[in-house]
């Protein structure tokens, strides 16, 4: 464990976006990955979203070992880069030896300076024309994904390559990255090859001569000092028009004018070879710093949008703050009334949009409808004083049958030989709630009462149906 | 760090106040929800956070059963001679031997509102204005606290709103909210969480953080499933299929063509479902696309087609019953070689390799199958529906999903969108494929241009 929190501990933030990214596209395969414990990991962490995004992906890539794998990606991508940095300071070597020579015959300097300069201008202004032509990715893309398809021979490993393209593009980071690589290793080269450069020219004696059969003499004195102009601003020396229409016929034996040569060629090395280089070396290179710590998710992503509601809940349960009560049930105590006479028909809480009462046979009383707590109370007075033989007791089942609904039902039954219910039909064009209709034949049938949904005025007038 | 706001969602049984909370934390499967009267009998809590930082508290409490008993009885304990204000009568009411005993369920829901900040009185806007619910609102009001009206079942049609206003203004309650739980309105949140605060002005930058910031996650929501659907008309466009241009084979790969188009699209259903945080079985079971009312027909059957309104060219007709146009690379040789020669200039190995296996194909004698313009057409019309009707769904909903009459203009009378032409020459960035390469930046790139596309659409 703690070899392991070492390692986490150890990268950087490109690192935990790379593995979140990888674990993204593993998951957008529609591999469901078991990440309970990695979840519970990640909220415990704390943070923004972001925060627990990468926490969980660090967690899963460590369990599933992309981790491990991105250490041997490093691993590799650090020795291919020294192999890199290898061929290019060889390469940038035999640049040198090519352009000088052995010494044995007098150096041409166009030839020198094509050699030293020649491919890598060509390269610098390929590079310039793919970026500015078209997105300047898709042979770079293509030769990454063949470059991670040689590579990526285990599962785990597979998303890694594409994951850092992707990464890497969407910050538009990744031409960056391949300027300051390709710009890197040419400065590489190049200094090299002026070190050789330098080297040589200090142990070895070199005349230099230039050639030319079609051309005129004036015209290559003055591209020479067209070329040296910029490095003779810099201090390089520069040669004056007798020293090069001299050199042209053979090598100058006079040392100062070797001298002279020697510092014009490296001043025009230097200034259109390796200051170029060393600029846009410089320059992508914080490029890249600046792309990197901007670095982010790309939160409105899917796959992130669905991770927010596991990683960052809104909404927390708080749990039962107050357990439910048991509560006495309710039932009519049945008593039998000694007295009794007469119909009643009572409604209870009804609306106005009803027409109440309907015709009434002879010998029914109406008792109205039951709303407020003085019109129950006088009710319920009354019917102590004169308790009906039969009682009809109206409701609109759209009302919930709620306990203070049932107690007041129940309480009337009470003074009352004989009750029966009715649940009123809907108005007309209307329908009842099924569910609703079933509650109240429920509670209904929990107090003993007889229900019905036609009225019963019949029963109510003459005591059978 | 502020206190969180704490609320007590009150009223009536039955009025749907455990729906409420629902709704607003977005949970489906807080509380219970039942047509019967008082289902819930406990107080329970949830908490909404906005970045770890909890910013509201709220109750959903049993409901008020007895209001006119209580209020006769809160009424009596008031002693001869003496004039108790609200909150005195109520503690005197909670310390009496009724509040745990019959009006034990009523005790909890005063408890609860007298730790609250403020209440939410819910309304069931198709009753009438009983004198039990005046004699509730008494008793709640008892409290001293804050109590803002929301009335619910709005949107049922016969709904009583001038009558209720009418008698919560006699109650001293003016500002009032319509909020139905089931349909919630697309700007109701935040004007119930604007009435709050209001009624609290206090915790006015809480409860605005909240509003902000569930706008925000609207607004990423919605981006989120166009790229999910983005995704899935990508998946089907690029996708194609080399088969045997022999009858049962062809057969038995449009047939399994099929069925991957239609696994694909549950996929999709499933994660727009999750991402509205709705359950996956709300959509597999009782409210699937695919299997009840229209859904039910056949992605590939004409008929759906016809009733979408797209038109189909008589050819086209055949092509769409199928389900995949057999594109036979008439003259494929020619136009494949010329491709093949611009796919090398261009120095597209990937490119030339495809495209060498289809040409190749083509000389055995195979035929490709690709997916039919019109049913991509008819994915992204049902996605987007789909889309609309869960973006106004609310998390108390218990009814299955009843999407609109489809009016599928999309794209008929035009050619389909770039980003789906482009892919169409792309069968490596369709997930449907065999052997496809893991996600490219190219593909998330149509993936998203496609995506602002969809959002012109919808």
């Given at each position: 464990m703690s070899s392991s929190t070492k390692t986490t501990a150890l990268l950087r933030p490109l690192d935990r976006f790379w593995l979140c990214e990888a674990i993204r596209l593993r998951e957008a395969r529609g591999e469901p990955l078991e990440d309970r414990a990695a979840n519970r990991l990640a909220r415990a962490s704390g943070g923004d979203l972001q925060q627990r995004i990468l926490q969980r992906a660090l967690s899963l890539a460590e369990r599933d070992g992309q981790l491990a794998a991105l250490q041997h990606y490093r691993h590799g991508a650090g020795l291919a880069l020294l192999l890199l940095a290898l061929l290019a300071l060889l390469s940038g070597a035999g640049l040198a030896f090519a352009a000088l020579g052995d010494g044995v015959r007098p150096v041409n300097v166009f030839w020198a300076l094509g050699s030293l300069l020649g491919l890598n201008l060509l390269m610098l202004a390929l590079t310039g024309a793919s970026l500015l032509l078209g997105d300047g990715n898709g042979l770079l893309t293509r030769l990454w994904r063949w470059l991670s398809d040689l590579l990526a021979r285990d599962v785990q490993a597979a998303q890694l390559a594409p994951a850092l393209m992707l990464l890497l593009q969407r910050q538009r980071l990744n031409r960056w990255v391949f300027l300051l690589l390709s710009n890197g290793l040419w400065l590489l080269a190049l200094l090299s090859a002026l070190a050789m450069l330098l080297l040589l020219m200090s142990t070895r004696r070199y005349g230099f001569v230039w050639e030319t059969t079609l051309l005129g003499s004036n015209s290559f004195i003055g591209l020479i000092q067209a070329l040296g102009a910029l490095p003779a601003l810099l201090g390089f020396s520069q040669p004056d028009a007798q020293m090069i229409r001299a050199s042209g016929e053979l090598a100058l034996n006079d040392p100062a004018a070797r001298q002279v040569w020697a510092s014009w060629l490296l001043g025009v090395f230097i200034i259109f070879g390796v200051l170029p280089r060393l600029l846009l070396a410089v320059f992508s290179l914080w490029a890249c710093r600046r792309g990197l710590k901007r670095l982010a998710l790309d939160l409105s992503l899917p796959d992130y949008q669905l991770l927010r509601h596991e990683l960052l809940p809104d909404s927390e349960y708080l749990g039962i703050v107050s357990a439910a009560p048991e509560l006495p049930s309710l039932l009519p105590s049945g008593h039998s009334l000694e007295q009794s006479d007469g119909a009643l028909l009572v409604a209870i809480e009804l609306d106005d949009q009803r027409q109440w009462p309907p015709a009434l046979p002879k010998g029914v009383a109406d008792a109205g409808n039951l709303d407020t707590r003085e019109q129950r109370q006088h009710l319920l007075d009354q019917l102590s004083r004169f308790p009906p033989a039969r009682l009809l007791i109206a409701c609109d089942p759209r009302r919930s049958p709620d306990r203070g609904s049932l107690a007041l039902i129940a309480e009337l039954a009470r003074s009352a030989t004989a009750t029966r219910i009715w649940l009123l039909p809907a108005a007309p064009g209307e329908a009842l709630d099924a569910d609703r209709l079933a509650d109240w034949h429920l509670a209904l049938k929990q107090l003993q009462l007889p229900f019905a949904e036609s009225a019963c005025l019949n029963w109510l007038e003459t005591g059978h149906d | 760090m502020t206190k969180a706001l704490r609320l007590a969602v009150v009223g009536h049984t039955n009025v749907g106040k455990t729906s409420l909370l629902r709704t607003l934390l977005r949970d489906v499967d807080f509380g219970e929800v039942s047509h019967?009267?008082?289902?819930?009998?406990h107080v329970e809590g949830a908490r909404l956070s906005v970045d770890g930082v909890a910013l509201l508290e709220l109750y959903d409490t049993p409901g008020l059963e007895d209001a006119i008993a209580l209020l006769d009885y809160m009424e009596r304990l008031e002693r001869p001679g003496e004039r108790l204000d609200g909150p005195a009568r109520t503690s005197r009411f909670l310390e009496s031997s009724e509040a745990r005993q019959r009006f034990e369920q009523e005790a909890k829901v005063l408890r609860q509102l007298l730790h609250s900040d403020a209440g939410l009185y819910l309304i069931d806007a198709r009753e009438p204005v009983l004198a039990k619910y005046k004699d509730e609102l008494a008793v709640l009001s008892g409290c001293g606290k804050p109590l803002l009206p929301v009335l619910n079942f709005v949107s049922a049609g016969h709904e009583k709103e001038q009558a209720w206003r009418d008698a919560l203004a006699r109650l001293g309650l003016h500002a009032l909210v319509c909020f139905d739980t089931v349909v919630p309105p697309q700007d109701g949140e935040r004007r119930l969480y604007e009435s709050l605060a209001l009624l609290l002005e206090k915790s006015r930058p809480s409860l605005q953080r909240l509003i902000d910031d569930h706008a925000a996650q609207a607004e990423a929501r919605l981006q989120s499933a166009r790229q999910l659907i983005a995704e899935l008309l990508i998946d089907c466009a690029a996708c194609r299929q080399q088969v045997v241009a022999e009858p049962a084979a062809e057969r038995a790969a449009i047939e399994q063509l099929h069925q991957a188009v239609r696994q694909r699209e549950q996929r999709c259903v499933e994660s727009l479902l999750r991402l509205y945080a709705f359950r996956k079985d709300d959509a597999l079971t009782t409210s699937l696309p695919l299997l009840d009312g229209r859904w039910s027909d056949d992605l590939f059957n004409p008929e759906t087609l016809r009733q979408l309104g797209i038109k189909l060219g008589g050819g086209m007709a055949a092509g769409a019953a199928t389900g995949a146009g057999v594109d036979l690379l008439v003259g494929g040789l020619s136009l494949g070689a010329a491709t093949l020669l611009g796919a090398l200039a261009g120095g597209g190995v990937q490119t030339a390799r495809s495209y060498g296996k289809r040409l190749l194909g083509k000389f055995k004698g195979q035929h490709e199958l690709s997916i039919d313009d019109n049913i991509l057409r008819l994915l992204a019309v049902r996605q987007l529906q789909l889309l609309q009707a869960l973006g106004q769904r609310g998390h108390a909903a218990m009814h299955k999903l009843q999407l609109p009459a489809a009016e599928a203009s999309l794209w008929s009378d035009s050619k389909l969108p770039a980003a789906l032409r482009k892919s169409r020459a792309h069968p490596e960035w369709s997930a449907l494929n065999p052997r496809s390469p893991a996600s490219s930046p190219e593909r998330q790139a149509q993936i998203a241009a496609l995506a602002e596309k969809l959002r012109g659409e919808s």
């Open positions: - | 019967r009267a008082s289902t819930t009998r």
